[in-house]
């Protein structure tokens, strides 16, 4: 992320990489009240960030409970971090004294001794991995959708691949005159679809070979849209072969795989006068990543393996995102940007694991295809198909007509999503978004009650 950010000021930015980095040292040395939904995400954490002395001391109470709502968390150690990244720059991490300790930290974790229920294995990061870093720049995937431009993230994430094959499986339905469950439907299958190829394909493209002219062709959408008639397909359902010639309507002999990932991640989108835009997504994959804080940092480190699958379906299937030394694993990330006619038009993304994609994908239907605002195309209730025999539902998504009716007709299945302590993991996505609205006004979105509900904020808003 680090290097990513520097990159992106160096290429990008008007100001320094010290001048952007002011704002974050202000929040942390100021600190934030905690509310519910942190508490909350404290809870479910816990027992990660018990194990390490460093995570104790800065997240925890001093009996090491989690912080009670109302609580002021500062992070001065954060606030050093980011103030030597400033004045050293990215190499700091990389080459410097902050990739020593957090080579260190890796190598020798801080447990507290007698509270891991699970044994803690040092890890193998050495500060030569990290000086071997590099940030790969690549091309955005694209396609056309009702005549606008959609542009997404590149493999190794599957979120630009996957959402794209799912339009153009979409454009073979006229989504915005059919009625509202029918065009649904279409969605649903779209998805099941597109993740069947998704698991199957993609990975990072300097190990395999993702077929990436193949799965965004409309042509090949053509071959996976035939697949979809008035009934739900069976889960898995296998993947296409997205190699021309494409013919027939059919599937491949392979068989997909599922995935693990995590969903605690951030998006942001933000534009600025000039009408430059940028949607961003990172992640730290579970609740406290791994549960380590890098001592006198004030960081946590990821738990970013878990994004790898870790052994195929089979004995016998291929599968692209098996870890290897120096492989990036797959993510879901699905930052998102419309342009209409050569111009912005609006921009979407969010966490939430492989559920990012179906997000994205539902916003992206109910905006361009239903004609809801980006605010109420955003707050609508959401279900996410994964090529799975059950679809996860939002509580008002499952309890609607449109549910019903999928069920009792095209034998959908629906499966309510929970979490283990309410309200977190009780919602598919925590998106944010921006609508150009034209001379030079801009609409800021984010989720009006999900995760607590987001934060829009506009610098100098229209009177």
């Known amino acids: 992320m680090v290097k990513t950010w520097s990159a992106a000021v160096r290429r990008f930015g008007q100001k320094s990489f010290r001048s952007d980095l002011q704002p974050a040292i ?5 600190g934030f009240i905690v509310d519910q939904n942190f508490n909350q995400q404290e809870q479910v954490s816990l027992a990660d960030l018990q ?19 109302g609580t002021r968390l500062r992070n ?27 080579a260190r930290t890796v190598q020798h974790p801080p447990v507290v001794p007698g509270v891991a229920d699970f044994p803690i294995r040092p890890g193998y990061l050495t500060r030569a991995d990290l000086a071997a870093y590099r940030v790969i720049p690549r091309d955005p995937t694209h396609v056309r959708y009702r005549g606008l431009d959609v542009y997404g993230m590149p493999p190794s994430s599957s979120g630009g691949i996957t959402v794209g094959e799912a339009l153009n499986i979409l454009s073979n339905f006229p989504m915005s005159t059919e009625n509202r469950t029918t065009a649904l439907f279409h969605y649903l299958e779209a998805s099941r679809l597109a993740f069947a190829d998704r698991n199957a394909y993609i990975g990072d493209p300097a190990y395999v070979d993702v077929p990436q002219h193949g799965l965004l062709d409309p042509a090949y959408a053509h071959t996976r849209a035939c697949l979809i008639h008035d ?11 997205p190699y021309p010639p494409y013919s027939g309507c059919g599937a491949s002999a392979a068989n997909g795989t599922q995935d693990a990932e995590g969903r605690e991640t951030n998006h942001l989108v933000v534009a600025d006068r000039w009408g430059n835009v940028v949607s961003y997504t990172n992640t730290i994959e579970q609740l406290a990543g791994s ?10 480190l990821n738990n970013e393996m878990t994004d790898f699958n870790f052994a195929p379906a089979t004995p016998t299937t291929y599968d692209p995102n098996l870890p290897a030394a120096g492989k990036r694993p797959r993510s879901s ?25 179906t997000t994205v994908l539902q916003i ?29 539902a939002e509580a008002a998504f ?16 629906f499966k309510t999503v929970t979490g283990p302590v309410l309200p977190l993991n009780s919602w598919i996505g925590n998106a944010t978004g921006i609508q150009y609205l034209g001379h030079g006004r801009y609409e800021a979105a984010a989720e009006p009650v999900r995760n607590g509900g987001g934060s829009a904020l506009v610098v100098a808003p229209a009177r």
């Open 231 to 241: 009934k739900a397909l069976t889960s898995p359902v296998r993947p296409g072969s």
């Open 26 to 30: 202000g929040v942390a040395r100021r």
């Open 291 to 300: 549960g380590i804080t890098v001592p006198g940092r004030g960081f946590l």
């Open 398 to 413: 499952a309890a609607s007509p449109e549910a019903a009716t999928l069920t009792s007709q095209y034998g959908e299945q």
């Open 76 to 102: 001065p150690d954060l606030a050093r971090t980011y103030a030597a990244l400033g004045r050293y720059g990215a190499d700091y991490l990389y080459r410097g004294p902050l990739g020593a300790d957090i």
């Open 333 to 357: 990330m699905s930052p998102t940007i419309v342009l209409r006619n050569g111009h912005f038009d609006f921009a979407v993304g969010s966490p939430g694991g492989a559920t990012i994609i």
């Open 364 to 392: 992206l239907v109910n905006h361009v295809d239903f004609g809801l605002s980006l605010p109420a195309a955003i707050a609508a209730p959401r279900a996410s198909q994964r090529n799975a025999a059950t679809t996860d």
């Open 51 to 69: 194990t390490f002395a460093s995570s104790r001391s800065l997240f925890l109470t001093k009996d090491g409970q989690p912080l009670p709502v």
